[in-house]
């Protein structure tokens, strides 16, 4: 196939055409990628220029190399809407839901069986940055729990949650074999008498490091989303997360603000 722009690099002509035909969805979502050889014959060009179209669709997070398996389009995930009242779930479990849930898998849409939580546990004394969100000294000893939330055994959000070790240490809250817990944070500290009063998020995009890539199977390309908590009790900041991570092709941010002038 001959380039419409001669100027144009070779790899970048092979690119253009498959992202084509990827979004017109001739090459569906999951499915592979004609192989090297395919590509070579029917662009004319050789092998390390289809590898270099290949890359560049990797870097824009539209193809998937795995090792056994070949370079395929990359799958459509399922996409969580995050609104401001997602966290109304978690307080059901206080009043008595029918059947155990968190704002997690209310977002993902799966029963308690199909939700799986990796977690490791540890006190940690406060750096300047979580002390200022806790609003205490630095060095406070906090609870660390940092955990990786499945759904259907898929990795779809890692984040870091502290809490203050004095509200919670000897308790069930400090034991990670009670995790996944029914209503998460607000669940479990209203069972040691604490009550949430208030959620304070800020969002933002970046592009993930490493450890993120690998343990949410993040293709290249691809930014997260970021959630920084704070979880109040009165004017207390009770729970802080940093940062809750998403990638961001399987979030949309849905918020709802009242305007109504008041009366």
Do not use: K
């Not at 722009?5 to 569906?28: C, F, K, N, S």
């Amino acid at each position: 196939m001959s380039s419409p722009h001669p100027d144009r690099p070779r790899y970048r002509t092979v690119a253009d055409e498959l992202r084509r035909r990827m979004l017109a969805g001739a090459i569906p979502a999951g499915s592979l990628l004609p192989s090297e050889a395919a590509l070579m014959d029917e662009f004319g060009v050789s092998r390390g220029t289809v590898r270099e179209a290949i890359g560049l669709l990797r870097a824009e997070g539209l193809a998937v190399t795995e090792q056994g398996r070949g370079t395929y389009a990359r799958p459509v995930m399922p996409v969580r809407r995050l609104g401001s009242d997602r966290y109304r779930r978690e307080l059901d479990q206080i009043r008595g839901a029918a059947r155990p849930e968190t704002s997690f898998t209310a977002d993902q849409a799966v029963q308690w069986s199909d939700y799986t939580l990796d977690r490791e546990f540890a006190e940690v004394p406060a750096s300047s940055a979580r002390a200022e969100l806790f609003g205490v000294e630095p060095g406070t000893m906090l609870l660390e729990r940092r955990f990786v939330f499945r759904a259907h055994g898929v990795p779809q959000q890692m984040s870091v949650s502290c809490l203050l070790l004095a509200d919670v240490a000897g308790t069930p809250v400090a034991d990670p074999a009670n995790e996944p817990w029914p209503g998460g944070n607000t669940a479990q500290l209203y069972s040691l008498g604490i009550v949430i009063t208030g959620i304070r998020e800020r969002v933002r995009a970046r592009m993930p490091v490493r450890e993120e890539t690998e343990a949410l199977r993040i293709p290249s390309g691809t930014p997260v989303v970021t959630i920084t908590r704070q979880t109040y009790a009165g004017e207390r900041v009770v729970e802080v997360a940093t940062d809750i991570v998403i990638p961001s092709d399987r979030v949309e941010l849905d918020y709802w603000i009242d305007l109504t002038p008041e009366s």
